[in-house]
Every structure is written in structure tokens, then in C-alpha cells.
T-cell receptor
Framework: GNSVTQMEGPVTLSEEAFLTINCTYT??????LFWYVQYPGEGLQLLLKATKADDKGSNKGFEATYRKETTSFHLEKGSVQVSDSAVYFC?????????????FGQGTTLQVKP | GAVVSQHPSWVICKSGTSVKIECRSLDFQATTMFWYRQFPKQSLMLMATSNEGSKATYEQGVEKDKFLINHASLTLSTLTVTSAHPEDSSFYIC??????????????FGPGTRLTVL
């Protein structure tokens, strides 16, 4: 079945450091891929998405590229801020896409220190 | 943007009682709503998918008689935890997908409801 694996956290970085959170997936067909962020005390928010191979999703300085050859969708940011501290979830939506079902990774906690 | 609310945000109840959690799409019509459960420091587990006006589809291992889901309108879905027990204590999150073609590709999540059963 479909699944998502994320690197275990917590990830602790200093402000302005480079961030990578690894995400790999297993899926049949061509899934859509997502990164969601959950700030403390809040619900999940869509951060970025990519719907086909080689697509790059980007938002708020974060980027992720849909790599079908390595079945990966790693999240990157060139310079993190304290306000980026949150839990990040990688997710996929496999075909048939009309079901809308999302499969989530286990989440990676990011802590950014000033 | 699309906003989803949940009520209550937290609830404490005694073992054996039933608890109802509401999920509302505030500024769009949600053809499909999803209910998730999240344990501490773990991922979201999909419990069920509900489409307006029809019965919910439950994931394997989720007791449909214990977790009653009603999606009576395009803006409201409810999850009722019946005869709650301490092991039902968890963070329950809903999400909604709209019927508008622009937003139908994305799920919008509510802030979650923390349930504690004593």
C-alpha cells in the first residue's frame, strides 16, 4: 500500500541555517505530494505541493521537488527563522485522486534557536 | 482563504459518556470531510471519509458504531465518540475539501479537538 517515511526529529537548527527534511514515499501510479506544517496550538496548513514528476513546490522560502526516480520529496529552506519552528508533515494523495485520501508521514519537529 | 473550524477545542468527559465534535467549513462548501486522529508525537491517522448526504466510509480497524459520523450539510460534519473510554483520549482533527474546482484539490484542516476521557 501507499506510505510516507520522514526523517525522525527533532531537528534543531540555529537561525539562518540551511534546512533539509527528508521524505520518501511508496505508491502505485503517480501520486500528488504535499508538505503540511503544524504550528504550536494550531491546525495543519498546506505549505506546498507538487502533482507530477519534476514539479517544484515552493512557498514562504520553502521548496520541494517531486523526484520520481528516487521517490522523494525533500523539504528545503535556505535560511530558517525562529518562526519556522513547527512540526512538518509530508503527505501523499494516491490515485484515484478523487477519493482525496491523504497518507501522512510521522512528522518532523523543527526547532530553530536564535 | 478556506477556513475550517472545530468545536469544542478541548473537552474532558467521564468514561461511558458520549462526546460530539463539530467541524464546519466557514467560507466554502465542503463536499467531502475527513476525520483524523493524532496521538502525541505521531502522525495523523485517517479514521473516516464522509460525503455530504451519504454514509461515511471508515478505515480498516475503526469502529463505526463507536465513532459516529454525520455529514448533514455542505458546511457541517459531526463526529460523536460514543461510550468514551480513556483509550479514546486523543487529538481529533477534521479536514474539508471543497466543491469549487479551485480549492477541491486541497484539504483544509481544522485546529483540532483535544479529548480527554477520565
Amino acid at each position: 500500500g501507499n506510505s510516507v517515511t520522514q526523517m525522525e526529529g527533532p531537528v534543531t537548527l540555529s537561525e539562518e541555517a540551511f534546512l533539509t527534511i527528508n521524505c520518501t514515499y511508496t505508491a502505485t501510479g503517480y501520486p500528488s505530494l504535499f508538505w503540511y506544517v503544524q504550528y504550536p496550538g494550531e491546525g495543519l496548513q498546506l505549505l506546498l505541493k507538487a502533482t507530477k514528476a519534476d514539479d517544484k513546490g515552493s512557498n514562504k522560502g520553502f521548496e520541494a521537488t517531486y523526484r520520481k526516480e528516487t521517490t522523494s520529496f525533500h523539504l528545503e529552506k535556505g535560511s530558517v527563522q525562529v518562526s519556522d519552528s513547527a512540526v512538518y508533515f509530508c503527505a501523499l494523495r494516491g490515485p484515484p485522486s478523487n477519493t482525496g485520501k491523504l497518507i501522512f508521514g510521522q512528522g518532523t519537529t523543527l526547532q530553530v534557536k536564535p | 482563504g478556506a477556513v475550517v473550524s472545530q468545536h469544542p477545542s478541548w473537552v474532558i468527559c467521564k468514561s461511558g459518556t458520549s462526546v460530539k465534535i463539530e467541524c464546519r467549513s466557514l467560507d466554502f462548501q465542503a463536499t467531502t470531510m475527513f476525520w483524523y486522529r493524532q496521538f502525541p508525537k505521531q502522525s495523523l491517522m485517517l479514521m473516516a471519509t464522509s460525503n455530504e448526504g451519504s454514509k461515511a466510509t471508515y478505515e480498516q480497524g475503526v469502529e463505526k458504531d463507536k465513532f459516529l459520523i454525520n455529514h448533514a450539510s455542505l458546511t457541517l460534519s459531526t463526529l460523536t465518540v460514543t461510550s468514551a473510554h480513556p483509550e479514546d483520549s486523543s487529538f481529533y482533527i477534521c479536514s474539508a475539501r471543497g466543491q469549487d474546482i479551485i480549492i477541491s484539490d486541497t484539504q483544509y484542516f481544522g485546529p483540532g479537538t483535544r479529548l480527554t476521557v477520565l
